[in-house]
């Protein structure tokens, strides 16, 4: 089937393969008409023969001037119809041209989605933007169209060599040793090519980068006044770009001079010795012959130099071919066992035993983490930062595997299960709140698209948002997000509240969900959380003290250890890290209070 299916497991994947793939179909269709000709092929030698009969009559009939005239409106029809063939012909290349790149480009973001979280830490954004439209776009200099290119002057050069050698084996081998040091000259500008090529599309994607990144960043590079410094970051790279591609369109623009030239050369050598030969009073070889061998080298020379143009363009397009491949077969080493067990309801605990974790870029960021969360406890989660609170969180999603110990969940360990299930278990709400370019309802019921209006509602009340959301112009329509209406802080994280609430998970995350909120907006924001905590297990991640007080357990987490672990009360009396973080608070509070 043509379709490409996201689900679609192991395509074999290489350029080449998606091309075989529709020469294959196309093939297929050929032979079957073919085939079917073939069965009538009675039919047409009656056809043929009845043809023949009333072409002899029509010429007894006929004047010759007449036959003429005939003939050539029957050339013209013939040209018409060729060229005809000829239009549809490229168009049919070009739809499979255009198939192809949409498979690969389909392969891509799908190969995105099931890479680990660290791809696009390791990988930029501008990066991975430019391989999937430009580097893409460039494998199209490579496809049917260059094959079949190919293949014709191969055949043609095939039979104008037969020629030759029939015509003279030794004038053949003469036209050899001129032909080898040229082959090998253009398959070394080509690999410079591909080479030069590839550094083209790089530098192409490092100032994607620097466009993106400073327009995801204007707020930053406007208040900084850092307008002139950005530009000349930008100038300095473009032109970087530009070196690179007039380094690249040197060597790409040598093929067809050095080619052209070189077959001079071999023509002239050969009417040399050729000269020679027929001039030599032997009689070593006739007038005739030579020029008929001249005919054939003369002939061969156009398809030679197509195939050096073709080849070192198909080097260009392998270039970007690799980098776009690159991405789509890196192995995904997080994924879900052959045998992973489903879970649906969480119904007893999450234990971490002797965890430890590191990031593939840093030193150890978890030692050794003992600990259990019952179901229906809600624990928090203290420290200061770069603690590793977060890091925690992201390995109970299973953003990351630990590296050392387990995680296990109702007793099993998490990478025996579906990550699908895993992640369907948990709702997280962070402090950075990721809104969709899309209307508040299809905002809240991300993840939840069969959800009704009155879900929908309900949710955005228990989170405290409805209110707002009806004062926005077109209300629960209202676009927001990147190029819609702009919330604020606040507002943001209630509509992130009500997603999670929708979601209805069973294990629910706050990653300081309230810290860069103003009192007010805290308080709403709180309450909606508190009232989402009743019958759920919930872990939170609080970076102020006093949103904590309904927790039933406070982990204190210190570089990379437990430091503590308790109710608030047990840790007051312990009198260590938490005992310090409170006052600190305590003391700020009551400073505040003083102004
Ligand atoms: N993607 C990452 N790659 C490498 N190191 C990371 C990454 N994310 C966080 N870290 C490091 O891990 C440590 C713990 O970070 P984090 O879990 O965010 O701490 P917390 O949430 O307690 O502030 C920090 O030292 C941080 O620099
Ligand atoms: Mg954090």
Redesign the pocket.
């Known amino acids: 089937d043509q379709e490409w299916k996201a689900d679609e497991e192991s395509r074999s994947k290489s350029t080449l393969s998606y091309i075989f793939k529709e020469a294959e179909w196309i093939l297929d269709r050929s032979v079957q008409a073919v085939k079917h000709n073939w069965k009538e092929k009675d039919r047409f030698d009656k056809i043929k023969d009845e043809i023949g009969v009333s072409l002899k009559e029509f010429s007894e009939r006929n004047s010759k001037s007449m036959i003429l005239k005939l003939l050539l409106v029957f050339a013209a029809i013939l040209f018409f119809v060729r060229s005809l063939s000829m239009y549809f012909q490229q168009i049919i290349f070009k739809q499979i041209e255009e198939k192809v790149i949409m498979f690969i480009r389909n392969d891509f973001y799908g190969a995105l989605l099931k890479k680990p979280?660290?791809f696009f830490?390791s990988h930029k954004l501008g990066e991975i933007i430019s391989r999937a439209v430009n580097d893409v776009k460039m494998i199209r200099g490579m496809t049917l169209n260059s094959a079949t290119n190919l293949l014709r002057n191969l055949l043609l050069v095939t039979v104008y060599v037969i020629m030759m050698v029939t015509v003279s084996v030794r004038m053949s081998f003469m036209t050899l040793f001129v032909v080898i040091p040229i082959s090998v000259t253009v398959s070394l500008i080509s690999s410079a090519l591909k080479r030069r090529s590839r550094k083209v599309q790089q530098k192409f994607a490092d100032i994607t980068s620097i466009i993106q990144e400073t327009i995801m960043n204007i707020r930053i590079v406007l208040s900084f006044a850092m307008g002139n410094y950005e530009k000349a970051r930008f100038l300095k790279e473009n032109r970087k770009f530009y070196k690179k591609s007039v380094h690249m369109v040197r060597a790409s623009q040598l093929v067809t001079p050095f080619t052209e030239f070189m077959s001079i050369m071999i023509t002239l050598v050969i009417i040399w010795y050729g000269g020679l030969l027929v001039l030599n009073p032997n009689n070593a070889m006739s007038a005739g012959k030579f020029s008929l061998f001249l005919v054939a080298l003369l002939a061969s020379l156009h398809p030679i130099k197509e195939i050096a143009r073709v080849y070192s363009q198909i080097n260009k397009g392998l270039a970007a071919a690799e980098r776009v491949f690159e991405i789509i077969d890196e192995p995904v080493l997080l994924v879900d066992k052959g045998d992973a067990k489903s879970i649906d309801v969480f119904s007893d605990s999450i234990v971490f035993e002797n965890m430890s974790f590191k990031?593939?870029?840093?030193d150890i960021?978890?030692r050794d983490i003992n600990l259990t969360i019952k179901k229906g406890e809600a624990v928090a989660?203290v420290?200061?930062?770069?603690?590793?609170?977060?890091?925690?969180m992201?390995l109970l999603l299973r953003f990351y595997d630990p590296t050392s110990g387990s995680i296990k969940i109702d007793n099993v360990d998490m990478r025996d299960y579906k990550m699908d299930d895993i992640r369907n278990l948990m709702g997280m709400v962070t402090q950075e709140v990721i809104l969709f370019d899309d209307t508040v309802t299809h905002n809240i019921s991300y993840g939840r698209q069969d959800a009704s209006k009155e879900d929908i509602v309900q949710a955005a009340e228990a989170a405290n948002a409805h209110e707002f959301i009806l004062e926005l112009e077109d209300g629960y329509d209202t676009i927001i997000g990147e190029r819609g209406v702009k919330l604020s802080g606040g507002q943001k994280q209630r509509i992130a509240i009500a997603r999670a609430i929708l979601k209805n998970p069973q294990i629910l995350i706050f990653?300081?969900a309230t810290s860069s909120l103003d009192g007010e907006s805290e308080y709403q924001v709180q309450e909606a959380i508190y009232r989402l905590m009743k019958d759920r297990t919930t872990l939170i991640?609080a970076h102020r003290l006093s949103t904590i007080r309904n927790c039933s357990k406070i982990v204190v987490?210190d570089k990379?250890i437990i430091a503590e672990q308790g109710s608030h009360e047990e840790l007051i009396e312990q009198d260590n890290l938490y005992k310090k973080l409170y006052s600190i608070q305590f003391r700020d509070f009551s400073e505040n209070d003083n102004n």
């Not at 420290?383 to 925690?392: I, V, Y």
């Open positions: 979280l660290e830490h990031y593939p870029s840093s960021v978890l989660f420290g200061p930062s770069g603690g590793g609170k977060s890091t925690m992201d990653d300081e991640i987490i990379g």
